[in-house]
């Protein structure tokens, strides 16, 4: 059974930072790429940050360049490291995994940024 489960959402003000995790279990971990996704109030879900199979390549979204960093670890979990947070960083973030067209989603965990 494929699971993602994100964790480290919260309230956070203005300028604080925050780390989000996403346990992966039942797929093997080591060749998906890994992503973060957001989706605010009336938005579209977005990506904000992907992590090759590997580890060794990362992208992000414009917004978020130099303020967040995402990560992999060998024991399955993918981290997402959000610094300097801004009011419009508020939204629930989803963990993503995909291989070869084959997406899998975590149930999203709630970050909300105000002071």
């Known amino acids: 059974q494929v699971q993602l489960v994100e964790s480290g959402g919260g309230l956070v003000q203005p300028g604080g930072s925050l780390r989000l995790s996403c346990a992966a279990s039942?797929?093997?971990?080591?060749?998906?790429?890994m992503s973060w996704y957001r989706q605010a109030p009336g938005k579209e879900r977005e990506v904000v940050a992907g992590?090759?199979?590997?580890?060794?390549?990362t992208n992000y979204a414009d917004s978020v360049k130099g303020r967040f960093l995402i990560s992999r670890d060998n024991y399955k979990t993918v981290y997402l490291q959000m610094n300097s947070l801004k009011s419009e960083d508020t939204a629930v973030y989803y963990c993503?995994?995909?291989?070869?067209?084959?997406?899998?989603w975590g149930q999203g965990t709630q970050v909300t940024v105000s002071s």
């Open positions: 992590i090759s199979a590997a580890g060794t390549t």
């Open positions: 039942g797929f093997t971990f080591s060749i998906y790429g």
């Open positions: 993503s995994a995909v291989w070869r067209g084959e997406r899998y």
